[in-house]
């Protein structure tokens, strides 16, 4: 993987070297325009991040709460959700910095002209310097479980919120969603074909990592396949077909430059007669790709058409608006399919495109009683504490129940426990996990979930509990609050 | 708004100041994780575009093709799609260029093994010469007509593709959706919140320029205030109440930091006793924000307290799940809401989280008959020829139906021309256009098409026709592609 492993010098930069100058520039350039800055992510925040920051900046507070990013509800038609994002996050809290150039944007608004040059200059210095502890990557995660918590200082982890809800929120949305997918597929590998659907390039990049977490084998993104080492794949377009007015020659073409494993889209005029013409390449034709029609028909029959020419060992890839449901129904009905590619419905989790993550405090920091951190707005309470999730298997190591419970809880015996330490003093206490370990884990954990709990139809919900403590202390802390006057009640 | 105006120095990329080089490298690095690449944009292609892209050079074809991007159908509950992207589009093309690396990893994929040095030496002089027409953003447009025309040299034509389209149909999704929500809030200011809920920071950002496109008229968003000169706006969560245990001291400490016009969230607690606590700040209380509960109930109490206590000039936002659908409700039960902060639903258009744009060869760039680009794949038939799209108006400029015909067909009278010449020769023919020209464009495209339809519930269809003269080249394809076995029968 072409990662690169410490930093960077000016040459491998590109920016030391003339010839690749222009290049770079270009690139640095066009970054303006694109939806990113070259000035790095810090500014990705709403606004009210900076403005909370400035004001407990210039009101001196300096305390170290506590935040954890979990998710409500379950979305429409989920019945678990599979952790991704995780590595994303990490890198962005380890390099998060204020560039001069933003500082000065900041700065310059309207609603920060009464904000002193002290904030400023903290800003230019700002780095996090917090705890982080985190469900992995390929964790199986259920409602109101924190898959994320932040102990830090209370601008640091204020400003983090908005980065860290849009990477985890994204990439575990995808990733859940993919898992469907490829349980559906039942073992045959699943391709994201998605990126012309994604919401921007980098979503692109972001989904195929997502969904290669969640099971899929490949991806059509060449991106992802440079940054992140997943297999790329990809057949013809039509338009290939097209471009030379002829099946036959634009097959031929295909070949010569890729004779050792072809790959041709045969549905561009009639799928069959297709089949016909890429059979006559024999042991060169990997596989043929079918993106409409009738699957199951037109897979039987290219099947047939296929082994009657020797081709055998020619695989057929299906694609077009394929989902999880779709997938099963092929399958039910035989269709001789040997991959899947899918796209749309898989990189914007069409029937769940948002997942409803939230960052909330949950311990301000302060000493006893004024540590509880709790709101009431109408349905959105929250629990007080910092929280550790337990999870019972039996002895199989099958999923059974979930406890959501105090950090500073005994895990209790056979108990597994979800949350690690993930970030100490700012830094990351380890070297990340490798993306196809990730992937494994991802596996294990959910060929440990029971069938019950993640069959596409009805599946039952997996119990999850609050303990005892956890619960003590939430009667605890709205007493407290209904004594101050900012109770349920006010 | 700053935005570069030429090539940056190496100073400018801040990479010659030891002061700034520790930041650079760190984003530099993180960049390689975070889902986009220090190299550009090149690598954001399906793997077939480059298959294909060595398939067309290792034979020789030398051809200017023309390809068109167009949405097949309205996504679900649309009646109009409102066109965003373009300038991302153009600035992609107009730098595209394959980075050393880049070129390296394409070699080391076993699928390029057979693929010659020439092809590899052919991307590192890779350029995009090609011309584009395009509707500007902004536009109003329907099924079927092309957003986008590119003619240009088939690898040039054929590379570009996905990441065309990921620009161009996530913005125009975000766009379409955006102005939904911004008309049912009837001339309210609406303000995208939505960034934590996005496909990735990258996203956030672009979502929030589509939203202003669409008529929002602020975002949370730091990032595209600063990229994109919109205003960033934002109040506080309800963990800054939190982190001080006490509203009233929260509070003022708010307004101490943003004395000239401080937004306040009155609801963590009791909404009713947030608002009176917020009252006492009098003139400095620019607004409050109610996030929870019943918005219609609770705006009215609130404007009450607020009337009550020498506040009438303090604006109120709501914000929370809030859509085009649910906006209209609330202004239907004479909710006195001041400004709407919609986040989820709309920068993931969540009920039509996906447009379905196509790209797709029209013209094959050889001589008479061999020009003719068709395919028959079912249910996915396509229209020959180099398009234009055509709108007919009344009198007074209403819109009343478009026309898709051939690109050198005469508009007629009184026709007005959707595509523009966009890019000659690989360079944009004009200065982009201001980002509130585009907002204002789009609003006075979107005044100009009659209510009936683009009103929330059973709009009626737009008329969209084609042209004599397209219909007539569709015949003759059809019969040459037939003729030549090529057609819809196979």
């Given at each position: 993987m072409p990662r690169a492993a410490g930093m960077?010098?000016?040459?491998?930069?590109?920016?030391?070297?003339?010839?690749?100058?222009?290049?770079?520039?270009?690139?640095?350039?066009?970054?303006?325009?694109?939806?990113?800055?070259?000035?790095?992510?810090?500014?990705?925040?709403?606004?009210?991040?900076?403005?909370?920051?400035?004001?407990?900046?210039?009101?001196?507070?300096?305390?170290?709460?506590?935040?954890?990013?979990?998710?409500?509800?379950?979305?429409?038609?989920?019945?678990?959700?599979?952790?991704?994002?995780?590595?994303?996050?990490?890198?962005?809290?380890?390099?998060?910095?204020?560039?001069?150039?933003?500082?000065?944007?900041?700065?310059?608004?309207?609603s920060f002209k009464s904000v002193r040059d002290d904030f400023f200059d903290y800003l230019s210095s700002f780095e996090f310097r917090g705890e982080v502890w985190a469900m992995p990557e390929g964790s199986v995660a259920f409602q109101q479980e924190p898959l994320l918590r932040v102990k830090a200082g209370v601008i640091e982890a204020q400003v983090v919120e908005t980065y860290l809800l849009s990477m985890v929120n994204f990439q575990t949305a995808i990733a859940t969603k993919a898992s469907r997918i490829a349980a559906a597929a039942a073992g045959r590998p699943v391709a994201d074909f998605g990126t012309r659907r994604a919401h921007g390039p980098e979503a692109g990049v972001l989904a195929a990592r997502a969904c290669y977490v969640g099971g899929c084998s490949a991806t059509s993104n060449v991106e992802a396949g440079f940054l992140f080492g997943i297999r790329p794949v990809g057949t013809a377009a039509h338009s290939y077909t097209m471009a030379y007015g002829s099946e036959e020659l634009a097959f031929e073409n295909y070949v010569k430059a890729f004779p050792e494993d072809a790959s041709l889209l045969i549905d561009t005029y009639d799928t069959?007669?297709?089949?016909?013409?890429?059979?006559?390449?024999?042991?060169?034709?990997?596989?043929?790709?079918?993106?409409?029609?009738?699957?199951?028909?037109?897979?039987?029959?290219?099947?047939?058409?296929?082994?009657?020419?020797?081709?055998?060992?020619?695989?057929?890839?299906?694609?077009?608006?394929?989902?999880?449901?779709?997938?099963?129904?092929?399958?039910?009905?035989?269709?001789?399919?040997?991959?899947?590619?899918?796209?749309?419905?898989?990189?914007?989790?069409?029937?769940?495109?948002?997942?409803?993550?939230?960052?909330?405090?949950?311990?301000?920091?302060?000493?006893?009683?004024?540590?509880?951190?709790?709101?009431?707005?109408?349905?959105?309470?929250?629990?007080?504490?910092?929280?550790?999730?337990?999870?019972?298997?039996?002895?199989?190591?099958?999923?059974?129940?979930?406890?959501?419970?105090?950090?500073?809880?005994?895990?209790?015996?056979?108990?597994?426990?979800?949350?690690?330490?993930?970030?100490?003093?700012?830094?990351?206490?380890?070297?990340?996990?490798?993306?196809?370990?990730?992937?494994?884990?991802?596996?294990?954990?959910?060929?440990?979930?029971?069938?019950?709990?993640?069959?596409?139809?009805?599946?039952?919900d997996y119990p999850v509990r609050t303990s005892e403590a956890l619960e003590e202390l939430r009667s605890k802390a709205a007493e407290e609050m209904e004594k101050r006057g900012q109770g349920p009640k006010g």
């Amino acid at each position: 993987m072409p990662r690169a492993a410490g930093m960077p010098s000016l040459s491998e930069l590109g920016l030391d070297t003339v010839g690749l100058r222009g290049v770079e520039t270009r690139v640095q350039m066009r970054s303006e325009v694109m939806g990113y800055s070259r000035h790095g992510p810090a500014l990705n925040v709403d606004l009210y991040q900076m403005t909370m920051a400035a004001a407990y900046f210039e009101s001196g507070l300096d305390t170290t709460p506590t935040f954890e990013l979990f998710v409500r509800e379950l979305p429409e038609r989920r019945s678990y959700l599979l952790v991704a994002g995780l590595a994303q996050a990490i890198e962005f809290l380890s390099g998060l910095a204020f560039h001069p150039a933003q500082i000065d944007y900041l700065r310059s608004l309207p609603s920060f002209k009464s904000v002193r040059d002290d904030f400023f200059d903290y800003l230019s210095s700002f780095e996090f310097r917090g705890e982080v502890w985190a469900m992995p990557e390929g964790s199986v995660a259920f409602q109101q479980e924190p898959l994320l918590r932040v102990k830090a200082g209370v601008i640091e982890a204020q400003v983090v919120e908005t980065y860290l809800l849009s990477m985890v929120n994204f990439q575990t949305a995808i990733a859940t969603k993919a898992s469907r997918i490829a349980a559906a597929a039942a073992g045959r590998p699943v391709a994201d074909f998605g990126t012309r659907r994604a919401h921007g390039p980098e979503a692109g990049v972001l989904a195929a990592r997502a969904c290669y977490v969640g099971g899929c084998s490949a991806t059509s993104n060449v991106e992802a396949g440079f940054l992140f080492g997943i297999r790329p794949v990809g057949t013809a377009a039509h338009s290939y077909t097209m471009a030379y007015g002829s099946e036959e020659l634009a097959f031929e073409n295909y070949v010569k430059a890729f004779p050792e494993d072809a790959s041709l889209l045969i549905d561009t005029y009639d799928t069959p007669n297709g089949a016909r013409r890429a059979a006559k390449f024999g042991q060169s034709l990997g596989s043929v790709r079918i993106d409409s029609g009738d699957l199951v028909e037109l897979s039987k029959k290219v099947r047939e058409i296929l082994d009657g020419s020797g081709c055998a060992e020619t695989k057929i890839v299906a694609s077009g608006d394929l989902n999880e449901y779709r997938i099963a129904e092929l399958l039910k009905n035989g269709a001789p399919i040997d991959m899947f590619g899918v796209g749309t419905e898989m990189v914007v989790s069409k029937d769940a495109p948002a997942l409803g993550g939230v960052y909330k405090m949950v311990d301000t920091g302060k000493e006893g009683a004024d540590s509880y951190a709790v709101k009431y707005s109408a349905g959105k309470e929250t629990y007080p504490g910092a929280k550790q999730v337990f999870r019972n298997a039996d002895g199989a190591g099958n999923y059974e129940s979930d406890t959501i419970g105090l950090a500073d809880e005994e895990p209790g015996k056979d108990r597994i426990t979800l949350l690690e330490l993930v970030m100490k003093d700012g830094s990351p206490v380890k070297s990340a996990a490798s993306l196809d370990d990730i992937r494994s884990a991802a596996a294990e954990n959910l060929a440990r979930l029971p069938e019950k709990y993640k069959r596409l139809e009805e599946p039952e919900d997996y119990p999850v509990r609050t303990s005892e403590a956890l619960e003590e202390l939430r009667s605890k802390a709205a007493e407290e609050m209904e004594k101050r006057g900012q109770g349920p009640k006010g």
